[in-house]
């Protein structure tokens, strides 16, 4: 079964770094045009994501979409349980969005230039790093371009629900009034599963919550366990 699953995970990988070669440029030109040209690098994003999850036996089921205002700008947060995520956010959101990512993904050769483009680099074991982040993304959201950030800060590897949330989505969304919208992301896992590089064939279901926003009554610690607290509600839910 191992052999079989090693054969299949060298098989979709291929056809990965195959349509990456692809769309690569398609992906980067427009948006070194303008920001709003992001939107058609976005086009050719979804393309390859779609054609690589189709090719490879990926399925979808996405729920909730009507909550999203496409003329909106938001925080999306999600639970981040697998390295599966990144292909399925470009999938699940119907708009243009730039996200924060791993500073060791950006030495992944034409990969992390590509996703580059799209993405905050950060260190997120430093600090400093982190802080350095929000100026850029308040830029971000001033263009009308939503953000996505992954608020337990890694992925979580624990037989835990979440892990604790960081709070700098959470104070970036009450200093800028911009809403929150959680979405559950469940059987990531069951596809590239924890401690393996192995893929396996399979499904995921994508939950969107309705959006929160930021309250000047509360505390950021307090809106950011209320957003944790309906996180947690839809992957119990389902």
């Not at 990965?16 to 769309?23: A, E, K, N, P």
């Not at 909106?72 to 999600?78: C, S, T, V």
């Not at 074991?125 to 959201?141: A, F, G, T, V, Y």
């Amino acid at each position: 079964m191992k052999i079989i699953q090693a054969i299949f995970t060298i098989y979709s990988l291929l056809i990965f770094i195959v349509l990456m070669l692809v769309f690569g440029l398609f992906i980067v030109l427009p948006v070194l045009f303008s920001d709003r040209a992001g939107v058609v690098s976005f086009f050719f994003i979804r393309l390859w994501a779609g054609i690589w999850c189709f090719l490879s036996g990926f399925r979808f089921e996405i729920h909730g979409r009507e909550h999203i205002d496409q003329n909106q700008p938001y925080i999306y947060i999600f639970n981040h349980r697998s390295f599966f995520d990144a292909p399925i956010i470009p999938i699940a959101i119907p708009q243009q969005v730039r996200a924060l990512g791993k500073k060791e993904l950006s030495t992944i050769p034409f990969f992390g230039w590509v996703v580059g483009k799209f993405a905050i680099w950060v260190n997120r074991d430093n600090p400093e790093s982190r802080k350095e982040s929000i100026p850029k993304l308040i830029k971000i959201l001033e263009k009308g371009i939503s953000i996505v950030v992954a608020p337990e800060g890694t992925r979580n590897d624990t037989d835990d629900l979440l892990l604790p949330f960081r709070k700098g989505a959470f104070r970036l969304s009450v200093e800028t009034g911009i809403p929150i919208l959680p979405f559950a992301i469940i059987g990531a896992d069951t596809i590239h599963k924890r401690g393996s590089f192995l893929l396996s064939p399979g499904k995921v279901q994508i939950y969107f919550s309705q959006p929160i926003l930021p309250s000047l009554e509360s505390t950021v610690e307090e809106f950011a366990e209320k957003c944790r607290n309906r996180l947690k509600t839809i992957i119990l839910s389902h």
